[in-house]
């Protein structure tokens, strides 16, 4: 752990411009520049401008590749805002979908409309403690929900209510955990069985299909990320990408996911017009070979 004290005075939007000339970016309207600057952050900025730096043996000259326009940079932070919107829009009916089928198969299995409360549920690493923690503090704070405010009115216990209105209130990441969790195999075979895969694949995919969702959410650069986790892969989609911790990986597990919902034809057809209106992005900045998608 160093000491040092930061030191580094803010700029104005003509110092950032001056500075960013002085490494060697191209700015041809200083005026529309700053305006770009003060709406997206010099910091935020200066994130898609990396991807344009000359490096040396691995490390930054904080000098850009000669041609390098500002235009060059907002058209690649224009990509990746795009890019997260689609993705989100697509992960939206598969976070749906799990939460629906993992729901029903459940309560159909158990005969239990509040299974997700019993300990028995559960392999021993589980923290049921938690998740009913996280279940009251949701069931609190969507209190103004009209199914919410109809189980209170009518229901005295159990005190949360059945796992098809928990479904619409508590988070993927937890909905994941639930499921990772499940002590019969068979429940979780059934609820994978519904996306054509098996409880392996489905618990790693979903779990990074909820992180990706939260970059997006918080709108996170995504394009080029070195993301922490790498989803389980069987062999046709490792085949179809160069890295596991690249986002062609989370693509590749979206379309698989969207297949069994019908909606991969349509994700593909939002995925190609993407890249044919961005043609410069690198593929292989992503983690795809430049032959596909």
Known sequence: MTNGIFSKPPLTLSGQIALLKSRGMQVDDDLAAENV???LNYYRFSGYALHFEIFQDGQRTHNFKPGTLFDDVVNLYEFDTRLRALLFCYIEPVEVAFRAVLCYELSLLTGDPHWY?????YDERF?????????E?????????????????KYSFPPLPPAWMMSEILSIGRWSKVFQHLADQNARKAVARQFNTKP???QSWIHALSVLRNLCAHHSRIWNRNFTISPALPSPIKARVLSNTKLAVFVAVLESLLTPLGKEIEFQRGWNALLTEFPLVPLDKMGFSQSQF
């Not at 409360?117 to 549920?121: K, Q, R, V």
């Not at 503090?137 to 009115?153: A, G, H, L, N």
């Open 117 to 121: 409360l019993d300990p028995g549920m």
């Open 200 to 202: 392996y694949y489905l």
């Open 37 to 39: 600057l003060l709406r």
């Open 127 to 135: 923290d049921l403690g938690r998740l009913w923690d996280d279940c």
């Open 137 to 153: 503090t949701e069931y609190q704070r969507r209190s103004d929900e009209v199914f919410i405010e109809s189980y209170r009115s």
